[in-house]
């Protein structure tokens, strides 16, 4: 029997699930269709970052070379900088390092490794959005905004923070819920809306020789930069040895847990962000002064999802958990997510028969890292921004918005504390809890350890 995998979403989660499902490849054969909303991989995008989790992945794919070659890994340095005598107060310190890259080229890269066009059994299917799917016993339904259809054993739902899979997956559960408690259905419902961080980040690139021609010593040419400062944060990084990417953060109090309102992604101007860092350091100041094009989004999230798996439909990526953007959160998430399935999908005792009840490993396993690193990732941007419900208890904030560097030393211990899931654990741990909770409940096998998760 074939196993008929459907992905929705051609990003950097389908696209390495894709690559995991092909690489690891199961002694039941695969079909794998990836359906993607727009009509090419989108070259939309500044930079991400990777960090030692991910990159331990594409270690196991064999790709750690080709990956190490493309991107660049700067120290991250800490900057005190909401004021006009700025001071670097400490390197955060990541023991592997982690590299960037433009995200276009991410995408490639992994468009590249999956050879569509000589690999068989896979097929990418452009102009496809998804809009709702049903499933029944033998398998699911997909239907697409163009009206036509499309079938398979296995949704994966890797279609981003919009995610249509999610929005179908949750009217199903919570029209069975309604039927013995409507207050929880319209409680289920509601959990899978995104709320918004109360953050915007101005996503911006900037040519390193426009920055170095009118002002040659401005620190954001050297190291990566955290700009810290009361109640915004910048954070710039190069991606090429050509491009400076840029993110300026601003936190609009109360925001946090607010529906959004308007569009996620608008384009901006620099003269909004020139106005709204105008107190902060002259080098930051300047750099504003010199960006090109903006782009504003209103980072949102989707916290603590009940569930990722229903039958024979599983949400993967931004679609089961979309986080703030600290420490390559989004992107590295997105990817040990394909991991653990993508290895779940490739046992060989998982068979059509025994799906369902494979998903749930995924989602057992899965589901409570992805919403540790959301909070994480949420936590680190209101300490880069000194707010006082976020630095750590004990923590003078006078002497903190003033710059004492005992106080500050709090702000980098916090961030390493946050920061320690990159390098405490791998996700082939967790791919061994996977393994070995699956043996036991699906498969019957008694002998595999529960192996459990390590303190972070
Ligand atoms: C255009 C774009 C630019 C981005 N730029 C950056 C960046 O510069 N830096 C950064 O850190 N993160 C960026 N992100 C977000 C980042 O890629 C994700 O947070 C992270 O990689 C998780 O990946 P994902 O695959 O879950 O989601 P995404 O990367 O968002 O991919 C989702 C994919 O699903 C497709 N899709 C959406 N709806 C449907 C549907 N109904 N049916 C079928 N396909 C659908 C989308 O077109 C997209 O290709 C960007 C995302 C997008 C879509």
Redesign the pocket.
Known sequence: MVLRVAI???????LSLALILKNFQASQPLTIDV????STF?S?????TLWQRTRSIFAALGLQLVLENRALSPPLMLRKSDTKEPFTFDELPVPYGSIALP?AEMVQLLVECLEPNSTPGLAIHFA???SSYQQDGDGVTLHFADGSSASADLLVG???????ARRTMYADIAERTSRSDPEKAAAVLESARPTWSGTYAY?TLLPRERLQAVSPNNVMLGEAMIWCGSGKHVISYPISPTIINILFYDTIPGGLGQPLSGPPVVSATKEEIVELYQDWEDDLCIAAENIGEVSKWAISHIRNLPQYADGRVVL????AHAMS?HFGA??GQ?IDDSYILGRILTHPGVTTANLVDALKVYDAVRRPIADDITERSLRTGFLYELHPDYVPAGTDLDKLRAGDPAELRRITDEARRMSRFHWAEMPEQDWERARALLERQILGKEDGSTLPRPEL
């Open positions: 929705c979403g051609g990003g950097i989660g389908g359906y993607e909303a727009e989108s939309v995008g500044a930079g991400i995200r496809k959005r998804l890797a279609d981003g923070i919009g995610s249509a996503r993967l990526g931004d679609s953007t989004g992107a997105a």
